[in-house]
């Protein structure tokens, strides 16, 4: 029962504004711990790609995991978009097609952002991400979609952050943000988007297709 309302909640999670997977949503006391085996099991089956916020964006994201805080991908984006639209437990060839082709007035961020986590995952990668909330200090508040760290790991510049942006127009105050906030460990901040590589204000900006090379 657990399994099927974290599997049944996730569109609904991913098309929030930070993404962040709450709990709160399936019940209104719920815990972590009610869950957790729940999760795991969704991990295990390979049917979501769970990412979670490093509190600290250094040398060993892993150390810094806050497991209470974690956004749920769907392992397949062909299964989110049909478990999104199959209000009669049936998706149309129409619906795809007009997905395809931008004909649908969609949050394309939440599909993009999927797609990102499948491709990272598929690559060996953990996911992790970094989200700040602070109210008191500006300049550390922000949301990064993910992170990633070096193969080679040395003493300073092994963290990469990445934004992902499913439009052509977008800001990008948090990546800048964090490149002022963590220089010493930053390594190439990355903006995957739908236009061509380019290089601007240290910034390495690449199209979607290429999260797979990272």
């Known amino acids: 029962m657990k399994v099927e309302q974290i599997f049944d ?3 609904a999670q991913l098309q929030k504004h930070d993404k962040k997977f709450r709990l709160s949503s399936l019940k209104k006391e719920a815990r972590f711990r009610d869950y957790e085996d729940a999760l795991f099991w969704l991990n295990d089956a390979m049917i979501v790609n769970t990412a979670y916020n490093s509190t600290a964006p250094n040398i060993g994201l892993k150390l810094n995991m806050d497991r209470m805080t974690l956004k749920c991908y769907m392992a397949d ?3 989110l978009i049909s478990h999104a639209f199959d209000e009669n437990g049936i998706v149309s060839e129409e619906l795809y097609k007009k997905l395809l082709f931008d004909k649908l007035e ?6 993009v952002e999927n797609i990102v986590a ?3 995952t598929a690559g060996g990668r953990k996911l992790y991400f970094y989200s700040n909330s602070s109210r008191d200090d500006a300049s550390s508040r922000m ?3 993910f992170l990633i760290a070096k193969s080679k790991i040395s003493n300073r510049h092994n963290i990469s952050p990445i934004e ?3 439009s052509k127009n977008y800001t990008l105050s948090s990546i800048r943000k964090f490149m002022v906030k963590y220089g010493e460990q930053l ?3 990355y903006v995957l988007h739908t ?7 240290g910034i390495t900006y690449l199209p979607l297709y290429m999260a797979a090379l990272l």
């Open 164 to 166: 992902v942006k499913s």
């Open 187 to 189: 390594h190439v901040p």
């Open 118 to 120: 499948q491709m990272l």
């Open 143 to 145: 949301k990064i979609d």
């Open 77 to 79: 984006t062909g299964l």
């Open 195 to 201: 236009g061509d590589l380019k290089v601007e204000a």
């Open 9 to 11: 909640d996730i569109p």
């Open 106 to 111: 969609v949050n394309k961020g939440m599909i």
